[in-house]
């Protein structure tokens, strides 16, 4: 059988850790990522695997227009409607339909 090279050492993971929990920022995982030599995605796959990795929240897409959800846009548009009926099935839509379907409905609210 083979001898499987350890790639953090316990004292490496305790270490992490704690530095991970008390500063749960990017900028700690390109610390500790420069500390022990190790590429940061690799840094992110252990404090993932150990259970403590908090990814970071987008608050814009890569065009730099704000994350809006599905659910929301389906809030929205029932808002806009003045109804308080429930509409879930209208969440499966896609998002470019339901962004349209709220422009049009406030268009008309407006218009009214």
Known sequence: MADSAVNYTDEMVSS??????AEPTM???EALASQFSKPKRSI??????????VPAKRSTTKAGVAVVRKDELVEQIQNAL??????????????????TLLAIVETNAEAN
């Open 16 to 21: 992490m850790t704690d530095q991970y929990e």
């Open 44 to 53: 992110i796959s252990k404090l993932s695997n150990i259970g403590i990795y």
């Open 27 to 29: 900028a700690t995982v």
């Open 82 to 99: 003045g109804t308080d009926l429930s509409l879930p099935s209208l969440g499966k839509a896609t998002k470019s339909d339901l962004m």
